[in-house]
Structures are given as C-alpha cells and as structure tokens.
C-alpha cells in the first residue's frame, strides 16, 4: 500500500490480503492484538479503516447478505487507499456444505460473494483485507489459497514486555501507588492473554474504590453522594496481591499446542521448498 509503484514496476499484482489468527482476547480492547494490529496497520499505511464483524452481514432475508457483502466492498472502493477488517472471519468464511442448520445456505452465499468480490478488486483501488479469528482450522481453503488472504500470520500471547506495556496502558488514568512493581506483575502473569491483564487491573481499582466508599462511610456514618475523599483514592500493593488470587489465564495450555499444531500443519501442507536448487553456472 505505501509502495504501489515497486509492484508495478516488477510486474506483480501487490498482495490482496492476510489472515490473523490466535487465542481468543476481548475484541477491540486488550486481547492477543488482531484488532490493535489492522488499525495500526491502517494508521502506518495513512489509509482508511473500515471494521465489520462477520455476523452483522448475516440477515434472515434471502439475498440481502450478498448485498451487505457488495455494499461493503463498494465503500472501501470509494474510500481506497482502505483497509477492510474482518473480525470473527469464521462466522462467514466456514467451510461450504458443513453450514447444516444454516437457513437456507446464508452462510455459504456470503463466502461466495466475499471470494467473487476479492477476485474482483482493481489494483487501481488500493485495498487491502484483513481477516481476523479464532477458528482458522474451519476457514474454508478457497479464502486461503493465493491471491486471497495468502498470507497466514499467527498472533501469539504477549511476552513479558508486552504484559508490562499493557499494565502500563490499562492503568495510564488511575492513581498507582509507587510502590506497586508493575515489573512484577508482567513477570507474575505468565500465560496470561490482555484480557486477563485487564481484568487484573480492572479488579484492583475495584477493591481501591470500595476501600475509600468504606472510609467515607465510617467517617460520615453514612454513605454520601459525593465522595470528598476519591481525589485521594490510590491503587496499593494491598490490592493488586487481593486481585491476583483470583487471577486466571482464559487460554489453557491445551488451547495453545492446538493453535501450534495448526501452525505446523499449515507449513507442511505448503511444502518446506528445496533448499538444493540452484541455477547452473
């Protein structure tokens, strides 16, 4: 998208898209970071950014979620240079025929017309999709093969700098204490994806809030409207230890040797190449 003018001097068609997969996060929030990476890819392309979740192109009427699809499509035209983001992609793009119960093959329809409208898109108009899910083993392989969403890219859990960055992020507004070592905590919290980070932080500034409701209660001998004391609230070391004993990680160790495992059948399904050949001299 930055440089158009190098595929067309190579004669390549640029690339039409890719497909983020990983443990499941919180949307747009603090997950595993599918969302967080297509807007930032939008925002270093200085392109626009339309978002859409697969289920809202579902609609009972026959033949309007083939539009939904159209229409969509159309407006990321008009607006290109876009990027076009399918978050929950296998809500749309399950494999056909395995769609049973669906009212009247929906499901397959719009994959159908999903595949027809990226088979059509002009290189004039500069856009680039973005597949976003949880469930890459029930994608349908027409969307993966090449000139679709090719390019599979595996979005882990965060290591321990990037757990620290999102302590930092989650608590940007609050009052910590400068005795809480959130280096620690990032240490501590091993395994665990952003939502659980978040939700760490989001008990802590809970148990704070309730502490100083409770000192105006004792002070007033009864609750008041406004509360003179919440400038003074602050996050303590006490709080993060009370919210750390329930702390819990949402994706198990089962569920990350099974995202592996479809990584590794991935590359051996495309072949490893031959590392032997070479051109004669």
């Given amino acids: 998208m930055r440089h158009p003018e190098l595929f067309k001097a190579i004669g390549v068609k640029p690339p ?9 996060g919180t949307g747009k929030t603090l997950g595993c970071g599918k969302t967080l990476l297509a807007k930032a890819i939008a925002n270093e392309c200085q392109a626009n950014f339309i978002s859409v979740k697969g289920p809202e192109l579902l609609t009972m009427w026959f033949g309007e979620s083939e539009a939904n699809v159209r229409d969509l499509f159309d407006k990321a035209r008009q607006s290109a240079p876009c990027v076009l983001f399918f978050d929950e992609l296998d809500s749309i793009a399950v494999q056909r025929g395995g769609s049973q119960g669906d009212a009247g093959g929906a499901g397959d329809r719009v994959l159908n017309q999903l595949l027809t409208e990226m088979d059509g898109m002009s290189a004039k108009k500069t856009v680039f999709v973005i597949g976003a899910t949880n ?12 000139g679709r ?11 321990e700098k990037s757990r620290l960055q999102i302590f930092k992020s989650c608590l940007r507004k609050s009052p910590v204490s400068r005795w809480v070592d959130l280096e620690a905590l ?3 919290t091993a395994g665990f994806s952003g939502a659980d980070i978040t939700e760490i932080c989001q008990r802590a500034c809970k148990y704070a809030i309730r502490e100083e409701i409770e000192k105006d209660i004792a002070r007033n001998g009864m609750e008041v409207e406004e509360e003179e004391g919440v400038a003074e609230a602050e996050i303590k070391v006490e709080h993060f230890e009370e919210s750390m004993k ?10 990350m040797l099974k995202y592996l495992s479809f990584a590794n059948s991935l ?12 051109f004669n001299k």
Avoid at 16 to 24: A, M, N, S, T
């Fill in 246 to 255: 329930h702390a819990r990680k949402s994706i198990s160790v089962k569920d």
């Fill in 135 to 146: 469930r890459p083993d029930i994608i349908d392989p027409a969307l993966l093969r090449p």
């Fill in 149 to 159: 969403l090719d390019q599979l890219i595996f979005i882990p859990i965060p290591d």
């Fill in 186 to 188: 990032a240490r501590m």
């Fill in 267 to 278: 590359q051996q399904s495309r072949g490893f190449g031959s590392s032997e050949f070479k």
């Fill in 16 to 24: 039409r898209g890719i497909l983020l997969y990983g443990p499941p």
